[in-house]
């Protein structure tokens, strides 16, 4: 994202031109002024399967490095640090600003954090249950794979194959309802948040 204009805007405008709308809460990704390789890209963090399936539970930014410059019209969500990474509340009403770029360990403890915030439903419970559920789909579509490669040697005439398959395709379909009850955390009234975390702390990288 990089907007036009010669001056920044105040936060709250700043933060709703970023939020877009979305009830999600915000992970804020700036460009590295001084160095070529970006770490700050998502795909630097996504190895960390917890970190990814996260993800989907923010509406994620990237701001061009010329955020850090005080006209900026963006620049009022850099605060006084400049931070490479910024988690903000869904309103924008708290933040966790990390100052270097993080390694996906410090990311993801200050991903849980920034969820806990907004969404009812501990997010660590979910991304356990729903590792288990995408392993679970992978034995599926393997199971899946070879029935039908037997039922397409048997040129669709074996029954037992042909009831296995719908079998199957029951069940990923109940799958399917699981992982969409674990992925919906439920999000928190913003008056019934929990106490403020604490700023963002080690177990950076610079960058």
């Not at 955020?67 to 931070?83: R, S, Y």
């Not at 993080?102 to 356990?128: F, V």
């Not at 070879?146 to 074996?158: H, L, P, V």
Request: charged share 35%.
């Amino acid at each position: 994202m990089n907007p036009q204009g010669d001056a920044a805007l105040p936060f709250a405008e700043a933060f709703e031109k970023i939020a877009m709308g979305d009830p999600r809460p915000v992970l804020l990704l700036r460009d590295c002024c001084h160095s070529d390789k970006d770490l700050t890209k998502i795909s630097t963090f996504t190895d960390d399967e917890r970190v990814a399936l996260a993800m989907n539970w923010f509406h994620i930014v990237r701001l061009n490095k010329d955020v850090v410059k005080p006209n900026h019209p963006l620049h009022a969500l850099m605060g006084d640090k400049n931070p490479h990474m910024v988690i903000f509340t869904n309103d924008g009403k708290d933040r966790a600003d990390m100052v270097l770029v993080p390694t996906s360990n410090a990311l993801w403890s200050e991903m849980l954090k920034g969820l806990k915030r907004d969404y009812k439903n501990p997010a660590d419970e979910a991304i356990s249950k729903w590792r288990k559920v995408l392993t679970e789909f992978d034995r599926l579509d393997n199971e899946w794979a070879r029935t039908k490669g037997e039922d397409w040697r048997k040129n669709g005439s074996d029954q037992a194959l042909a009831k296995k398959l719908e079998d199957l395709d029951e069940k990923r379909d109940k799958l399917a309802a699981e992982e969409k009850r674990i992925k919906d955390l439920g999000f928190r009234d913003p008056n019934k948040r929990p106490p403020r975390r604490f700023p963002w702390s080690p177990g950076a990288r610079s960058s």
